[in-house]
Nanobody, 122 residues
Framework: VQLQASGGGLVQAGGSLRLSCAAS????????MGWYRQAPGKQRELVAV???????NYADRVKGRFTISRDSRRNTVYLQMNGLKPEDTGVYYC?????????????????WGQGTLVTVSS
């Protein structure tokens, strides 16, 4: 299973970016999908998560500015980021709880993308 993230870049404060992350491989289904951010010198932290049923959860600092969505047919999760602030700067990683078929039973794999850099200038 591979997750490929894209969409990062340099943007001025107040601007917008849309991140995408597509999962590929031998996938039976995908449960939760989410985005995490790692700022320089800090630990990775949750930005937003979406369940297979479309239930979303956001970090307080992005509520009202970011929107997470998914296309389950394409195994893809998106993060629309509006009203970006310099403190949103960091490497954004996508994450997915991927269910694959094992030899006997289904297996859950906590999968990560390679990260995409978002830089917001003031």
């Amino acid at each position: 299973v591979q997750l490929q993230a894209s969409g990062g870049g340099l943007v001025q404060a107040g601007g917008s970016l849309r991140l995408s992350c597509a999962a590929s491989g031998s996938i039976f289904r995908i449960d939760d999908m989410g985005w995490y951010r790692q700022a320089p010198g800090k630990q990775r932290e949750l930005v937003a998560v979406i369940s297979s049923g479309g239930i979303t959860n956001y970090a307080d600092r992005v509520k009202g500015r970011f929107t997470i969505s998914r296309d389950s047919r394409r195994n893809t999760v998106y993060l629309q980021m509006n009203g970006l602030k310099p403190e949103d700067t960091g490497v954004y990683y996508c994450n997915a709880e991927v269910i694959v078929a094992g030899p006997v039973t289904l297996i859950a794999k906590d999968s990560w993308g390679q990260g995409t850099l978002v830089t917001v200038s003031s």
